[in-house]
């Protein structure tokens, strides 16, 4: 792995990584703001900026963008979480001119026109309406709104139907010249091509951009209690998502924080899944995470439960991670986790959109570029008493608590107080 970063005159950062014996590339272009960065008129901005960049230019018609893509037999496609947006492009080597030429004429260049903004609106509203008729996304969302009640990182990521229908042209617009410039742009690729050939590329189609956007984000430290949000629902299973705060994206835990996680609730030999589904049949599908952000995090677990069972399994839930805060993990727990995290950035390793993701993501939020060597490294060196450390420092704060099903909140306080 030999990973090369350079910054323009105007600001932009390219980063990349060659790629030996293969013949694609995937490059992606990553801005620095999301939901986190929106004001009041903004609530969803960040993730319809995602769909209308799509829509092209007074150059480029959104027709012309897909077909071309298309023509290419290009992958292309756009993500948005609450600090960063991407959008990228999978595709032949030979093919990298036309696909940087057009992601750059999308992020430099947006058209924004009343008539395709009008439609991509209810196209919007449809993503939210699919998400609402999901509990599982729902649980989530409360879970959030519970945790982060207050702050920015409470806000969905696709806004509200109230917030998009109201949100116009100049609102978009707005959004766009504050947060998106040279400045918080980063330009990764991955794959059958040279940092300088990259750095050629990327200075050709983005060299008239020069436009410095807003810096920075709001970084106010979220204050947490024991809260709960429910979404009364007459559903035949219960969602249920309890969890609390946790480290941010660049703690040195981190990667203790995902062993523990794994030996948690990452997999079929977890404690959560051995427990619950296993030895009870209480859940189909129950598992642990983290989500790290700028200044702070927060670990979840998710279980679908029927609403009879869903004290039990909180019960359950409660238990393990009371245990694990307070036991830590065995040594047989620790190599069998530690053997799932080297084969798994072993074999993502293998897929050049995975490793632009990871060049991307790093450089954006100030990651260091590690080789899969090293962060095998890191991996082999986690102890136990490590994974002790981290589980005791996350999982013994205040708890929250987002659910979907036939109850009210006072019915689940006792579980996160």
Not at 60 to 87: H, L, P, V, W
Not at 299 to 306: F, L, N, P, S
Request: charged residues 25%; negative net charge; contains cysteine.
């Amino acid at each position: 792995m030999h990973v090369s970063t350079t910054t323009l005159p105007s600001g932009l950062r390219v980063v990349s990584e060659r790629i030996a014996g293969i013949r694609s590339v995937a490059v992606g272009c990553w801005v620095d703001t999301g939901t986190r960065d929106e004001k009041g008129n903004e609530a969803g901005a960040s993730h319809f900026l995602e769909h209308l960049l799509f829509k092209g230019s007074e150059k480029m018609s959104a027709r012309y963008i897909s077909e071309t893509f298309d023509a290419i037999g290009a992958q292309s496609n756009a993500f948005t979480s609450k600090e960063y947006t991407c959008f990228w492009a999978r595709l032949l080597d030979t093919e990298l001119d036309t696909g940087l030429n057009l992601l750059a004429e999308m992020l430099q260049r947006p058209a924004f026109r009343v008539g395709e903004i009008d439609s991509e609106r209810k196209v919007v509203i449809e993503e939210i309406n699919m998400n609402e008729d999901d509990p599982s996304d729902v649980a989530v969302e409360a879970f959030f709104t519970s945790l982060f009640a207050g702050h920015a990182l409470e806000r969905p990521v696709l806004g509200t139907k109230d917030s998009i229908n109201e949100m116009t042209p100049e609102d978009i617009s707005g959004y766009w010249q504050r947060r998106y410039g040279t400045g918080s742009t980063v330009v990764a690729v991955a794959g059958n091509v040279s940092h300088e050939q990259a750095v050629e590329l990327v200075s050709t189609h983005f060299g008239d951009w020069t436009r410095e956007p807003e810096a920075g984000h709001d970084l106010e430290s979220p204050s947490f209690g024991s809260t709960v949000n429910v979404v009364s629902r007459e559903t035949e299973q219960a969602h249920l998502v309890i969890g609390g705060d946790s480290i941010h994206r660049t703690d040195e835990g981190r990667y203790a924080d995902a062993v523990m996680h794994h030996i948690l609730g990452g997999g079929m030999s977890s404690r959560l899944f051995q427990t619950i589904r296993e030895e009870r049949g209480l859940a189909y599908a129950v598992q642990s995470f983290s989500m790290p952000f700028a200044e702070t995090g927060a670990w979840a677990v998710y279980v679908g439960t029927t609403p009879a069972s869903a004290h039990t399994v909180l019960d359950l839930v409660i238990a393990e991670v009371e245990q694990m805060a307070a036991d830590g993990v065995t040594d047989e727990e620790l190599e069998r986790a530690k053997g799932h995290m080297r084969g798994s950035l072993a074999l993502s390793m293998e897929d050049t959109n995975t490793r632009m993701t990871r060049l991307g993501r790093a450089e954006i939020i100030g990651l260091p570029h590690l080789s899969l060597d090293e962060r095998l490294a890191k991996v082999e060196a986690i102890t136990a008493e490590d994974v002790r450390g981290i589980a005791a420092a996350v999982l013994e704060g205040p708890k929250a608590l987002g659910a979907v099903g036939p109850f009210e909140a006072p019915d689940l306080e006792r579980h996160v107080a």
